[in-house]
């Protein structure tokens, strides 16, 4: 039922900025938003989350540098990434999964919908 688009992956250099989009359809306020990103070779890892009463959690390395909001007008899920390193650089990956609470929000495997990812490189 929940179908998920990210966009706005590129290539930045090190500091730099990058706003992803995540458009989302078919999903209700009772699910709980993510953003994750795996780098080759890697686990996939959580970013950031906001459950359906907006609360939000960020994983400790982007604390203070990345931003998870979301559009309800849009129908968009967004991740404003600020002051961006080349350990940022990854697949990221939007996904909900509905009734989750935002303290499980960051695990991966709590999730059943995803989207395709969208490639984010960061230069020194």
């Known amino acids: 039922q929940v179908q998920l688009v990210e966009s706005g992956g590129g290539s930045v250099q090190s500091g730099g900025s990058l706003t992803l989009s995540c458009a989302a359809s078919g999903y209700t306020y009772s699910y709980c938003l993510g953003w994750f990103r795996q780098a080759p070779g890697k686990e996939r890892e959580g970013v950031a989350a906001i459950d359906s009463d907006g609360s939000t959690t960020y994983a400790d390395s982007v604390k203070g540098r990345f931003t998870i909001s979301q559009d309800n007008a849009k129908n968009t899920l967004y991740l404003q990434m600020n002051s961006l390193k080349p350990e940022d650089t990854a697949m990221y990956y939007c996904?909900?999964?509905?009734?989750?609470?935002?303290?499980?929000?960051?695990?991966?495997?709590?999730?059943?919908?995803w989207g395709q990812g969208t490639q984010v490189t960061v230069s020194s």
């Open positions: 996904a909900a999964e509905e009734f989750l609470p935002v303290v499980a929000a960051l695990r991966p495997n709590e999730y059943y919908y």
